[in-house]
């Protein structure tokens, strides 16, 4: 069902401040800048790794504002760890699985993620806490057409 | 320098509960189960995916007393993510480099981790809030030695 983790999620306050100390410290690389409007968050995806189906990436999100989700969390919890993301064959097919063995969706549908990737959340409760995406890559043409460096 | 997300570190109040959910749901492999009493956990450790220079996995903790790191950490947040994990090639000469960037560690040396490994934290406050695990796996034989099912 999962064939890699494809990135944790990280919530921070000042995105060009991360996307340094990540990429210095750690020698990543960016590989992806993009806002995500409909998720309120400017993001970065730096690379660690080529697995099955997609990559490895440390992911880091800024908020555009403080009431949404990541904007909510920072008020909370403070910068560290969002979500997990674990990449899927086929995001539609592996939410109706998941869902029938009782787990809530988040999402009802597949929504966009970074990079052209088909992405939805499971809902934290029900995943011992961790809140969950499951991610659909981009095939390498939609990739093309949908990755703003 | 990393090579690969090694795992997820999962705090839980109840392993055996965790380690069904996950493997059912997820359709993951327990690949290991050890008590490590130096750090204060039970622990198992979920297949996801194979990697350069080692695995990547799901690790569910649970603590092995409530003044623990695990058990103190669940008093605080609650059940969820507690740390991340990065596969390295020398996890010494990984943490003096790191160390030289200016981030803090938590082991002055290496310490045994999952499945035969050698691994060091670094403090949280200085990784953007995640508190962070450098892991150098063991080689196939250390771990056929040192791997308790």
């Known amino acids: ?17 991360k996307i340094a100390f990540f990429s210095e410290t750690f020698e990543l690389t960016v590989v992806a800048r993009e806002v995500n409007e409909e998720q309120g968050v400017k993001e970065a995806m730096l690379h660690i790794a080529d697995g099955e189906g997609g990559g490895s990436y440390i992911q880091l999100l800024e908020p555009l504002s403080d009431d949404s989700p990541v904007g909510k969390f920072l008020a909370k919890r ?22 029938q063995k009782g787990v809530r969706l988040l999402d009802e549908r597949p929504r966009h993620g970074s990079m052209g990737s088909q992405i939805a959340f499971l809902h ?14 981009a095939r390498p043409e939609q990739t093309e057409k949908n990755v703003h460096m």
Do not use: N
């Open 78 to 99: 403070g910068e560290g760890v969002h979500h997990v993301a674990f990449g899927v064959r086929d995001v539609t097919q592996t939410m109706d699985k998941i869902h």
């Open 1 to 17: 069902m999962f064939m890699r983790i494809d990135h944790i999620g990280i919530a921070c306050r000042d995105l060009e401040e």
């Open 124 to 137: 934290p409760k029900d995943v011992g806490g961790m809140l969950t995406e499951l991610v659909q890559a």
